[in-house]
């Protein structure tokens, strides 16, 4: 758990999940999909390079 808590508290994570701080912040560009899989991805490494799909839902539920 602590380990998500860190991927989501990342900059490039954050904005999209948690939203933007300011008006003027920037988003990324990239989908909520992509951004599970990115933190599936920092968290289980062995398990997404298997399947980075259901890695990502994984993550997803977690954090919902």
């Avoid at 989908?31 to 298997?50: C, D, E, W």
């Amino acid at each position: 758990i602590w380990q998500l808590l860190n991927q989501i508290e990342l900059s490039e994570n954050r904005v999209m999940l948690l939203g933007k701080r300011k008006k003027g912040d920037r988003t990324s560009g990239d989908s909520k999909v992509t951004v599970y899989q990115r933190m599936g991805a920092a968290i289980f490494p062995q398990l997404h390079s298997l399947n980075a799909v259901a890695v990502g839902d994984r993550v997803k539920r977690k954090y919902e």
